[in-house]
């Protein structure tokens, strides 16, 4: 792989870790709140963040074949 596709990589991994983090805060927060709007949106949000992180992975992935992300 050239030094470009890698460091394109490395920068999505930056940003693949970010999502995890934040789907995480918003399930927990989701958790917290259970059965009120804040934790419905909450909910909505992390799914919609998880979806997001599953996308870079996937980038990431055809990026860098010999690294692999869990979907």
């Given at each position: 792989?050239?030094?470009?596709y890698?460091l394109i990589?490395?920068?999505?991994s930056?940003?693949?870790e970010?999502?995890?983090?934040l ?5 927990s927060?989701?958790?917290r709140l259970a059965d ?8 909505a949000e992390?799914k ?16 860098s074949?010999q690294m692999?992300?869990?979907e």
């Amino acid at each position: 792989m050239s030094d470009r596709y890698e460091l394109i990589a490395e920068k999505l991994s930056a940003i693949e870790e970010e999502l995890r983090d934040l789907a995480y805060e918003r399930l927990s927060e989701a958790t917290r709140l259970a059965d009120t709007d804040e934790g419905d949106a909450a909910a909505a949000e992390e799914k919609r963040v998880l979806q997001a992180r599953r996308a870079i992975a996937k980038a990431i992935n055809a990026l860098s074949p010999q690294m692999s992300y869990d979907e």
